[in-house]
């Protein structure tokens, strides 16, 4: 079917000077969203595309089929704050998840928050939770139609009731209560000329440090940290386990280098009045630093100093420069430390990824010593929780075959064996029928780039099976093993195969395979793209006539400069909110 597209206009005078190179710039009026022009143009673009997915003759069925699936119950891990358990749980097609809190782990369940009547449409969203230490308040973020700004209110957990405090203009905050349970730490922005309402396109600079004492309006929080020299830096801030230490991280960027201050909270003797007097442990941009826990001033970080793949360091704070760190766990030769935790006091859960597989491991912080592996399919750990002070720890494992299945570990127990707590299940879908199967194929330069490739067993290897290629390949995220109702609807109803490759760019090997994808090598992610759409075809699995691309973000971007460098691969593209890098 033959498509009129409007024309779009070009405007010849704007363009850019890098160092000499003239670069132009003709559809810069597309970037400003309200006006008329704008407007226009979008409307123009729908115009075309609605009429098109309407002629669809089985929409219906499609929309009807995908609702049925997606009525499935969900549920989070739960985890425990104060003397209470809490999780989240959603019957199946509501707008929100509900927050739900029991006494007891086989105690009454009762709605603690429901944030679907936050809003008659269920478009205000949770954003951000944090109990105070002892459990006894609740932080909460709100973010409305999918902003990143947040309006922060506070509960008492008792009564359920509603405290008057309210916290505004806060965006990319941390929220992290002091340990004598009076008040928290949180990140705002000063107030700005024109709309905040998340659909702006101007920057938000001088993100600042603030305190809050519960009850006092906002207009009496305490400045407690200020980067007038770096606009651009936001600052992450965590009080340790032990409560007398503040932890703060400042980054600017999306890369994962942060510095590291720390401030002793309780040298502080008049109390939180103005702006802390923060020691600078590393005041660089040279690696990443994540607290884990702390053992009086010995500290624990995650960190991928000279460890693309990371490893664990302990930094005593009172001897804190470089040359007295010391490594707790090194690291793996292969595999990427993804996150860790503490809880039960000295233990330490390290969760890895294996060839874009999930792996789950007992140590000892002491010693560093590995105590235990926790038996896992191939899939990814979504969801954990367990705290230092807790003997316990509960972790959801998913899989593109399987929605969700819970798990505790009672740590206390002699013999370590984590038990099924809670399996989510689809009605209607029987994954014995389907197979997930990785591959490894080479790309232009020879590299082995990983893909899952997800279909029926009962496939046949004719070259006409429908495929959906998924990437993004992009600021070191790893795209592991993750259950999608419309993508199985598509293996299930269409024969088709989801095919995902974890292209360079993002962090399915650490920081190496990070860098191998960006800057002036971004075309090798382009190129490993296209290398799957390749192996796909040789291996008799596709024809390129069948093969849909789809990515988002970064991932749209990806697709857009793939179909116009090798448009002979793809017969059809879905790029979702692409943009210029």
């Known amino acids: 079917m033959a498509l009129d597209y409007p024309k779009v206009r070009r405007d010849a005078s704007v363009s850019d000077d890098y160092n000499g190179t003239k670069i132009d710039d003709p559809y810069r009026w597309l970037e400003d969203p309200d006006s008329e022009e704008t407007k226009a143009f979008v409307e123009d673009q729908n115009n075309i595309t609605m009429p098109f997915i309407n002629r669809c003759p089985i929409r219906t069925k499609i929309h009807d089929r995908i609702k049925e699936m997606w009525d499935f119950a969900k549920y989070s891990c739960p985890y425990k704050r104060g003397d209470r358990y809490f999780y989240y749980h959603n019957t199946g097609l509501q707008n929100q998840s509900v ?38 308040h609740f932080a909460y973020g709100m973010s409305k139609s999918g902003s990143d700004w947040v309006t922060i209110k506070f509960k008492d957990v008792a009564s359920g009731e509603d405290l008057p405090d309210v916290l505004e203009r806060v965006k990319f905050s941390s929220m992290a209560w002091t340990h004598d349970h009076l008040g928290m730490f949180y990140n705002r922005y000063p107030d700005q000329d024109g709309k905040s309402d998340g659909t702006e396109t101007t920057s938000n600079l001088n993100q600042k440090l603030y305190y809050h004492l519960l009850k006092a309006d906002q207009s009496q929080d305490v400045l407690c940290a200020a980067f007038p020299d770096n606009p651009k830096w936001t600052c ?86 470089m040359e007295n760190w010391t490594t707790l766990i090194e690291e793996d030769e292969k595999d990427v430390l993804d996150w860790a935790a503490c809880v039960h006091g000295n233990r330490l859960v390290l969760c890895y990824m294996h060839h874009v597989k999930n792996v789950l491991y007992l140590h000892d912080l002491n010693t560093g010593e590995r105590m235990k592996t926790f038996p896992l399919d191939v899939g990814t750990v979504v969801g954990y929780s367990g705290k230092k002070k807790d003997t316990e720890i509960f972790y959801q494992f998913s899989s593109f075959l399987t929605p969700g299945v819970i798990y505790r570990c009672d740590l206390t127990k002699n013999t370590l064996e984590p038990l099924v707590f809670r399996e989510i299940t689809v009605q209607g879908f029987n ?56 993508r199985l609807i598509f293996m299930q109803h269409f024969g088709g195969i989801l095919a995902v490759p974890n292209i360079r760019g993002g962090g399915e090997y650490g920081e190496t395979w990070h860098k191998a994808g960006m800057l002036s090598k971004k075309q090798n992610v382009f190129d490993d793209f296209h290398a799957a759409a390749e192996y796909l075809m040789k291996s008799n699995y596709t024809a390129a006539s069948k093969i849909t691309i789809n990515g988002g973000s970064n991932g749209g971007l990806l ?19 692409g943009y210029d890098q």
């Open 236 to 321: 992450g801030v965590e009080v340790s386990d032990c409560g007398r230490y503040l932890i703060a991280t400042p980054t600017e960027g999306c890369d994962p280098v942060n510095r590291l201050f720390y401030c002793d909270l309780e040298a502080l003797s008049d109390g939180i009045t103005g702006l802390l007097p923060f020691v600078k442990v590393v005041d660089n941009f040279d690696a990443e630093y994540e607290y884990i826990t702390n053992e009086g001033t010995v500290f624990t970080f995650k960190t991928n100093l000279k460890s693309p793949r990371y490893k664990l360091i302990n930094i005593d704070l009172t001897s804190p420069q």
């Open 431 to 486: 994954s014995s029928k389907f197979q997930t199967e990785q591959v490894f194929y080479e790309s232009k330069d020879g590299t082995k780039i990983p893909m899952f490739l997800v279909h029926r067993k009962d496939m046949k290897l004719d070259s006409s099976n429908p495929v959906f290629l998924y990437g993004y390949g992009g600021f070191n995220i790893s795209i592991t093993p993750y259950f999608s109702v419309s």
């Open 99 to 136: 927050l739900y809190v029991q006494d007891s782990l086989d105690g009454e369940a009762r709605v603690f928050l429901d944030p679907n009547k936050l809003a008659d449409d269920g478009t205000i969203s949770l954003s951000g939770t944090r109990f105070s230490e002892n459990g006894q």
């Open 559 to 577: 697709v857009g400069a793939c179909c116009n460098q090798r448009p002979d691969l793809f017969g059809c593209v879905v790029a979702q909110v």
